[in-house]
């Protein structure tokens, strides 16, 4: 067996345990009121509740705009707001790595769902190889890439998990919960395929994407793009030198010319990039800032998971040489490149 399949086979067993406890620990009897009362880690998460359930749920998301969820720290007003939560979604995966524990202790009292866990889950469940789907987290052996929000498609899944928790836990919603998820996984479907045409416009040979964080290896993988990031998968641990100066080698032999920053990640390294880069007469630039690990601002079309995506797709090809509208997929992104 395999260090995969055994992560696998315990990511498996953890959702389930989750599930059950979510779905056993409550009294039979307890009275669900509506709005029902949602908490969710990540802005990702959180857009997909008013998608699924509409007016019956309320959604409190703990990280909001700018917040990176690899150090985020769960403050006691969270814990509080948790504990008094009907259901919490979470991503898992090690996205949330300093709330284990919160997490971990809340789940014997509430229904909690680490969504993107149970999503990978379910392709083996359908027979999807998910050694095929799934990026390996190479800093850390055994772990997966938590950023599953960054493939449309994989990201679909999570809405499904999302709308049969919800379903479980307010079963005389179930069918109206279904129906909402169908709708929205097809406006997702056509997400999908916006980036993907747009993203076959960029020249072969430029089509490569340089971030502060790797974040973006499932985006590389749905869409054909070569992905390379400054830092590690986590920004738990700091680029070293040595990262840095792979990095300029790199740029200066491919001549890539554009490299892009990330709202929740500072820009030490990446300027570090650009100054070894010019130092071998190396022309780089800040092709864009991108919505890596949180949604833009509350409020706006970049504040959501399709407004997200389409900013970060169409900011990448534009500034790589590809063609696509500058006010992207449906006219709604702010223009500018984001920051
Ligand atoms: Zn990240």
């Known amino acids: 067996m395999t260090r995969r ?10 959702g389930s345990i989750l599930a059950y406890a979510g779905g056993r620990s409550e009294p039979a009897d307890r009275l669900l009121e509506y709005p029902i009362d949602v908490v969710a880690t990540t802005g990702m998460i959180g857009d997909i509740v008013p998608q699924v359930a509409g007016e019956y749920a309320r959604v409190h998301v703990l990280m909001g705009e700018e917040v990176d969820p690899h150090l985020y720290r769960p403050t006691r007003a969270d814990i509080a707001r948790m504990q008094r939560a009907d259901i919490v979604f979470y991503n898992g995966l090690y996205l949330e790595g300093r709330m ?12 909690v769902f680490p969504v993107a866990e149970l999503a990978v889950a379910g392709l083996a469940a359908d027979g999807i190889d998910e050694q095929s789907v799934l990026l390996d987290d190479e800093e ?15 990201w679909m899944r999570v809405v499904d998990v999302v709308r049969d ?17 169908t709708v929205y996984r097809e406006e997702l479907a056509e997400l999908d395929r916006y980036v993907r045409e747009i993203v076959a416009t960029i020249p072969e040979e430029r089509r490569v994407l340089v971030t502060a964080h790797d974040a973006f290896g ?3 993988a749905a869409y054909e793009v070569e992905v390379l990031g400054v830092q590690g998968i986590s920004t738990e641990s700091e680029a070293g030198l040595e990262d840095i100066n792979a990095l300029v080698r790199f740029l200066v032999d491919r001549g890539v ?17 650009i100054e070894g880069a010019a130092a071998r007469d190396h022309r780089v630039v800040v092709g864009g800032n991108l919505f890596s690990d949180a949604m833009g601002p509350a ?6 998971y399709m407004g997200m995506i389409d900013h970060n797709a169409t900011t990448i090809v534009r500034a790589l040489g590809g063609s696509a509208p500058e006010r992207g997929f449906t006219g709604r992104l702010s223009g500018g490149d984001g920051r």
Do not use: C, K
């Open 218 to 220: 499932y985006f590389g």
């Open 5 to 14: 399949f055994t992560t696998i086979a315990v990511l498996v067993l953890l």
């Open 257 to 273: 010319n554009a490299v892009f920053a990330e709202t929740t990640v500072p820009d030490r390294a990446l300027s570090a990039v």
């Open 140 to 154: 850390y052996d055994g772990t997966f890439d938590p950023h599953l929000w960054m493939d449309v498609s994989l």
């Open 165 to 181: 928790a919800l379903a479980e836990l307010d079963p005389p919603n179930a069918e109206t919960y279904r129906e909402n998820a």
């Open 299 to 304: 409020g706006s079309w970049e504040g959501t």
């Open 100 to 111: 284990g524990d919160t997490l971990a202790q809340l789940s014997r009292t509430r229904p």
